[in-house]
C-alpha cells in the first residue's frame, strides 16, 4: 500500500507529521511526501521544512492520499497541478483523506460534492461554497473519505483510518506505542469550549471571513 502525503509552500507542519506518525505505521506500507517538485518545502513558520522525494506526476495512483493544510492553502485552491493530481488520484485511491483546511482543497478539486466533511472551525463554512456539508465533528468518514478537523486531529484521522485497513488492535498498538494519550492543561480545544474573546479575535483576524 501507498500513502500519498501532499506538501506545498506554507503547509501546518502537524497536519503531515500526525497522519506521518500513525497511518505511516501500516504493516508493509509505503509512505511518500509528495509535492508539485522535489525538494524541502517549508511549513507555514519558514523554520522547518519536510523533504518532497518524490514529484506529483511520479505518484499517480497512491492508494491513500493525505492532504494537509495551512495557510498555504489559499494560493492553492487555484493551482490546477495539484487539483488536477488530486482528482486523478482519487479515481484510484482507495481513501482520500485531509486533515485542517486540506478539505478545502479537496473540496476545490470537486471530490466533496453532497459529501459531510469537516476542516478548521474557522474555515468549516467554506466547504459549503463547493457543495459540501460542513460538520463540527473531529473526524468525519464519508465512504471512502475521511477529513479531520484542524491540525491534532490529523493524529486521530490516522488512529481512525488505521483502524479500518488493519484492524482495531492494531491502531491501539500504535496509539500505545506513540502515547498518545491527551491530557491537556486547559480546555480550550474548541470553539465551543474557548474563552469567548478569544474566539472573536481569531474570528475577525481569520482569512476565511466569508463575505
Known sequence: MQIAIVLFDRFTALDAVGPYET????????????????GP???DTGTLAITADRALAEVPHPDVVVVPG???????MENEVLL???RAADASS?????????SLLLAAAGLLRGRRATSHWLALDH??????EPTGERVVTDGKYVTAAGVSSGIDMGLTLLG???GDEH???VQLLTEYDPQPPYDAGSPRKAPAHLVEEFRSKSRFILT
Do not use: H, M, N
Request: proline share 6%; glycine share 10%.
Open 127 to 132: 466547504l459549503k461554497r463547493y457543495g459540501a
Open 171 to 173: 491502531a491501539q498498538a
Open 41 to 43: 518545502v517549508r511549513t
Open 164 to 166: 479500518r485497513i488493519a
Open 84 to 86: 488536477d493530481w488530486l
Open 94 to 102: 482507495a481513501w482520500t483523506t485531509s486533515v485542517c483546511t486540506g
Open 23 to 38: 497511518l505511516g505505521r501500516l504493516p508493509d506500507a509505503e509512505t511518500v511526501f509528495v509535492a508539485e517538485r522535489t
Open 70 to 76: 495551512g495557510p498555504g492553502q489559499t494560493p492553492q
